[in-house]
C-alpha cells in the first residue's frame, strides 16, 4: 500500500500541551527535527539502539526507559568464515519509578546536535551496574562507550566514534495509531565509524580499512500493550557507491506512514510504500526476501549467519526476538532512478514479538 507522507522541513513538537500526538509532527524528514516532549508515565518508551560494524564483528548497544524499568544491554559479535567466534550480551535491568528524571533529555529528536540533543544519554547511569554505557554528542559525530563483564569473566571495554558527515541524510518519521499511541523514529544508516573493543587481552578494530558504519535505532513514543515489528537495515560499499538499506514492516501498517529509506552517498530516497517481507518465522535463519509491491526499486534477498534469540517471559514484558545478522544481495533503485547493485551488504533482519 502507498502512503502519502509529509515531508517536514522546521522543527516541530511531538506532543500538544496535553501530551497526545501534535498531528503537526505527522511525517518524515531528511534530518531530525522532532522535538521528543513525552509527558505521562506507564505507556511511553525511550531508546537508543547502536550497531557498529565491521566485515568481522560488530558491536551493538542499547539504552532504553521503558517507564517500569530500564534495561541497558551491550552485544558483541565476531566470526570468521567458518562461523562464530565470540558471541556476548550482557544486560542490566533495573525498575522504573513514576515522576522520576528520565536519563533522555528532550530536545531535537536525534540530532546529535546542539538543539538539546535527545539522542544523548550520558553520562552513566548511577549506581552499581554490571553494564555501563554513555552515548554523547561530539563535534562531527556520536561517542558510544561502554564497559561490561562477560559470562566468562572477561573485561569488554568499547570507545567508538560514529561521523556524521555534512550534508548526511537520514530518515525521521513520526507513525501514529492513535492521538494517544504514537512513536517518532530516527533511523540512521551508512555513518562511518572508528574506535576499538577491548575483549579481555584482545582488541579489535573499527574503521581501520574504511569499512565500519554505525547504524542509529532513536525511539521515542507510546506503545500499545502488545505489537510485532520487522526491521531490517544494513550499511558499506557496494556497486562503488555507500548504501545504506533500512527497512520496517508489521507495525506501520494501517498508519499511513512507513519507516523505508534507502541512503545512497548520503542522499535519502523514502520509501512511502509497505514492503512485502517473506521469511519462515520457525527456521529465520533460512534467507529473506523483502522486495517492493508493483515495482523494483527493492528486490533484496537476505542471506543470515547467525540469530541473536531472545524469549523472555517476565511478568509485565513478554518478547521474542529474532535478530539475523547476515548479507543483502539484490537491487535497490533511487529516487532519481539510479540502480544499484547490492552486493553481500553486512545487516540484519529481525522478527519480533513484544508485551509491554
Known amino acids: 500500500m502507498a502512503t502519502h507522507e509529509r515531508e ?3 522543527p516541530v513538537d511531538l506532543c500538544g500541551p496535553d501530551g497526545r500526538l501534535h498531528r503537526g509532527a505527522v511525517g518524515w524528514s531528511r534530518t531530525p527535527l522532532h522535538r ?16 557498529v560494524t565491521t566485515p568481522t564483528h560488530l558491536l551493538a548497544l542499547t539504552v532504553s526507559d521503558l517507564d517500569f524499568l530500564t534495561l541497558d544491554t551491550v552485544y558483541f559479535l565476531s566470526w570468521d568464515e567458518h562461523g562464530v567466534l565470540e558471541d556476548h550480551e550482557r544486560t542490566a535491568i533495573a525498575p522504573g519509578l513514576p515522576l522520576r528524571p528520565t536519563a533522555f533529555p528532550a530536545g531535537i529528536a536525534g540530532s546529535g546536535g546542539p538543539h538539546g540533543a535527545d539522542l544523548t544519554v550520558g553520562p552513566e547511569r548511577p549506581g552499581r551496574r554490571r553494564v555501563r ?18 559470562a566468562d569473566l572477561r573485561p569488554l571495554e568499547a570507545d567508538l566514534l560514529v561521523a556524521l558527515p555534512d550534508g548526511h541524510e537520514t530518515l525521521s518519521v513520526v507513525v501514529p495509531w492513535d492521538d494517544k499511541r504514537f512513536q517518532y523514529t530516527s533511523k540512521h544508516t551508512a555513518r562511518p565509524a572508528t574506535g576499538t573493543v577491548r575483549l579481555g587481552d584482545r582488541t579489535y ?9 554505525g547504524v542509529l535505532d532513536h525511539g521515542r513514543g507510546r506503545w500499545p500493550r502488545s505489537l510485532g515489528w520487522n526491521w531490517g537495515a544494513a550499511s558499506g560499499r557496494t556497486d562503488g557507491h555507500t548504501v545504506g538499506l533500512q527497512f520496517g514492516g508489521q507495525w506501520t501498517e ?7 529509506a534507502l541512503c545512497v552517498d548520503g542522499r535519502l530516497s523514502k520509501i512511502g510504500t509497505e514492503l512485502d517481507w517473506r521469511h519462515d518465522p520457525a527456521d529465520p535463519l ?10 523494483d526499486q527493492v528486490d533484496l534477498v537476505f542471506h543470515p ?3 541473536r534469540r531472545t524469549r523472555t517471559e517476565a511478568g509485565l514484558i513478554a518478547n521474542r526476538t529474532d535478530q539475523c545478522f547476515g ?11 539510479l540502480r544499484v547493485a547490492v552486493d553481500g551488504l553486512l545487516g540484519w533482519a529481525e522478527d519480533v514479538r513484544m508485551r509491554w
Open 8 to 10: 517536514i522541513t522546521g
Open 305 to 307: 549467519f547467525h540469530d
Open 254 to 260: 494501517g498508519t499511513g506512514s512507513t519507516e523505508n
Open 286 to 295: 533460512a534467507p529473506w526476501r523483502i522486495t517492493t509491491p508493483g515495482s
Open 327 to 337: 548479507h543483502y544481495r539484490g537491487t535497490v533503485r533511487t529516487d532519481d532512478g
Open 133 to 150: 554505557i554513555s552515548i554523547t554528542h561530539e563535534p562531527g559525530g556520536t561517542r558510544l562507550r561502554a564497559r561490561a563483564l562477560t
Open 205 to 213: 578494530g573499527f574503521g581501520t580499512d574504511g569499512d565500519s558504519w
Open 36 to 51: 521528543g516532549n513525552l509527558r505521562g508515565w506507564g505507556r511511553t518508551k525511550r531508546w537508543e539502539y547502536w550497531c
